[in-house]
């Protein structure tokens, strides 16, 4: 074997340029194949850190009726759903993949929020627990948080988010002040930002639409304090976040089972979902793969092209050394020897050359990446299957000069001019 290979090199070697322009169709098909790859890759990454959020894998499981959020504002509390307790709280946390878990009220509220005549419209009120923070990943970046007490003495205090704390104040220093939330004054004790700041890519309108949050922020308030709000106490929502992105949708859909279990409801269309980010990632994702995997077959008929430039050099190289076969069999070489001598040849031409398509590939996706903005994410198992893939190739279009060859009959191969 490493005969064989040694001698496929010596005769790559010795004819450089015919060599190189034989490799060529299988250097072009295999930098396609690289570059197209790496794209769609790290489209998909962008796609689906653009959704979720970079590492922060929580998904908020609500009560639903139909393919709607459930509105507590126009229709009143549902009948049938029991607050969340902490025993089933705890079960929740027993579902697999599930690190932390909060149960929290939401509205969003167009003209409730105010500090002095500046408005809050479109901001998000919530009523959270003490887990909530840790559960979302928020720190505390002025004042303090929630305590124990804040909760069982139901103490009216606020916190911001650094939006909504720039939207009410505008550069004044909020903690200490005091706001009003459906005309109940709550003192703000702190601002709290994410641990993980994440802006996602937007390269177009398209993406602006699709990513963009609402830019109003969120007040926190003790859970506890609900309904001196709004009167009465309704359905949570449940945040949980899970050990990884790819656990976020398998867990959700658990915990909505779960919630759903306890439901009493008449109207059946009532249901927890979990806002699944992740399964729309996969639709976007799969809409953008199903597109450029056309490409990925176009590239790689260049790579069918290429292995029909090396059967026929592989061909012409039979024909110039009919002699030297002619006399390895006279002297013994076994059709097997003959045979294996061009099929790695031919193996050894086409992975040198998968080998450079590679690189070339790699080059080519950080050019288009440069270019067009475009991220690219380098895909190892796509980098070897195509070395591997080009060296299948060219065992395929070798078979037959390789079979010629070792077919040749010595006397008239010695003979050959």
Known sequence: MFENIRL????????????????????????????????????????????????????EISLYQGEWEYEMEYNGVPQGVPLVTEKLLDQIRDIENVENVSACLSR?????????????SGGYVRGIDGNYFDTCNYIVQKGRGFVDADYTKYRKVAILDTTSADALFQGEDPVGQTIEIQKEPFTVIGIVTKAKVFEPVINSI?????????SAGSIFVPDSCW??????????????????????TKAGRECADLLNSFLTVKDETIRYKAKDLLEKAQEIQDLSSSTNMMLVWIAGISLIVGGIGVMNIMLVSVTERTQEIGLKKAIGARKSRILGQFLTEAAVLTSMGGLLGVAVGIILAKIISYISTTPVAISVPAAVGA?????????????????????????DALRHE
């Open 387 to 411: 070395v591997g893939f080009s060296m299948v190739i060219g065992i395929v279009f070798g078979v037959f000069p390789s079979y010629k060859a070792a077919n040749l009959n010595p006397i």
């Open 8 to 59: 496929s090199f010596q005769g790559i070697w010795s004819h450089k340029m015919r060599s190189f322009l034989t490799m060529l169709g299988i250097i072009i098909g295999i930098a396609a194949i690289i570059a197209i790859v790496s794209t769609i890759k790290g489209t998909n990454e962008q796609i689906k850190q653009n959704l979720i959020g970079s590492g922060e894998n929580t998904v």
């Open 108 to 120: 969003q509220d167009y003209n409730g929020v105010y500090y002095l005549n500046t408005s809050l």
């Open 227 to 248: 309904p001196v709000i709004y009167q009465y106490d309704e359905p949570q929502n449940i945040v949980i976040r899970t050990n990884s992105t790819d656990s976020m």
């Open 206 to 214: 398209e993406d602006y639409n699709m990513y963009a949050q609402s």
